[in-house]
Structures are given as C-alpha cells and as structure tokens.
C-alpha cells in the first residue's frame, strides 16, 4: 500500500480578541508562539505544510518564520476558524489523502502526538487524539471529507462535522491532558509555565 500524500493545515488566523494581543506573536521558546507550532509542524515531515494567518498578517509575516509552509492569508477570518479551513483548502495539493489539522495557539502538541494519530488512524474519514480528559486536537479528516470542511462554518463547525459522523471517527489514544490553546493571559502564564493541565473549553477549541 502507496504510503499516503499528508498536508499539515496549522490555524493562525484567529483575532485574539479573549487577549487583547495577538496571540501569534506572544514570546515562546526563542522566538513566538507561532514560531514554535510551526517548527513542530515542520518536524512532522508532511508532503505538504500550510499556514493560514489573518489578524495582523502583516506583523506575523515580518516576525514569524514560515519556512517551508506555504501561507494562506484568510482575509475573512472573523468570521470563525471554518472560514480558515475553506481558505486553506483551495491551496490543498491534488495528491493530498489526508490533512492533519493543528492549532496555532495550542504549542503543547508535539510531533510525537501527530505521529501517533497518523499511524494509528487507519484509513479513517475522520481520526481525533483521544486524551486522558477528552479528545481534542490534531485531528485527521481523510479526502471523503474535504467538501465537507470547505462547507463549515464558525468557530465550533469542526466539531459539529465529528458529532455528525461520530459512528467512524476513530479516537486514537494520546497521553496526558488535552494540551492548552492560548485564549486568555492565564492560558498564555499556564503554557509558560509548563502547566498543560485542562480547562473546561479545550473540548472546543478551534
């Protein structure tokens, strides 16, 4: 069996507006909070990498590296994280089986997590990390859903499409909690912290 054709979809469109800043450029590691999502997304070795950006294109351009990730610039992304997706999906390459879908603001993922849903989703529609305290994000949705995610809308449109497919969505076992998205400034000391615990919206981010 052809191994399969995989694109890496990272989000970081969103306005920040729970933060008051954006959130993309916050400092993380040595360089921004977007810099190291990228740079884990990079380490998964996809066929493919997009970056969807939006709020402050501009700034993210001038201070993030976006090495190797071709950059959708979603100019409706007020509109909800579903209008990033339909953005990025025009820009999909024709051979892609499979596109993994991760956080900009969610650095607690590791590709460590991401191999694991790849190799353990089967050939599934639809694949979500199964954590200790819920399942979350990456997420892995197979070409049968491509239309579909083109079609969604708002910020909770993903997992309205898991809850309508839910009898094939397989839950790929990961780990530990459920990794903290960057949302408001205790989210943003708790990540620096190191504190990856759970907070009650993680079910529903992105």
Not at 55 to 81: I, P, Q, S
Not at 166 to 190: C, L, S
Request: charged share 25%.
């Amino acid at each position: 069996m052809p191994e399969s054709f995989i694109t890496g979809l990272v989000l970081a469109a969103g306005g920040s507006k729970r933060l008051g800043t954006p959130k993309q450029l916050l400092p993380y590691g040595d360089g921004t909070l977007l810099d190291h999502v990228l740079a884990t997304a990079r380490d998964c070795h996809f066929e493919q990498l997009l970056c969807v950006i939006g709020a402050g294109a501009d700034d993210v351009r001038d201070r993030v590296d976006l090495t190797d990730a071709t950059v959708v610039e979603n100019e409706h992304f007020g509109e909800g994280c579903s209008s990033s997706i339909a953005a990025a999906l025009q820009t999909v390459d024709s051979r892609s089986d499979v596109i993994i879908l991760m956080l900009g603001d969610q650095p607690g993922v590791t590709a460590a997590t991401v191999k694991t849903l790849i190799d353990n989703r089967g050939d599934s529609a639809i694949a979500a990390c199964a954590y200790d305290n819920g399942r979350g994000h990456p997420l892995a949705f197979g070409r049968a859903m491509f239309d579909e995610l083109a079609a969604l809308h708002g910020d909770k449109g993903v997992w309205k499409l898991l809850d309508r497919h839910a009898a094939v969505v397989v839950d790929v076992p990961v780990r530990g909690p459920i990794p903290r998205d960057v949302d408001t400034d205790e989210d943003y000391r708790a990540v620096i912290a190191g504190n990856e615990g759970p907070r009650p919206l993680s079910r529903f981010s992105g």
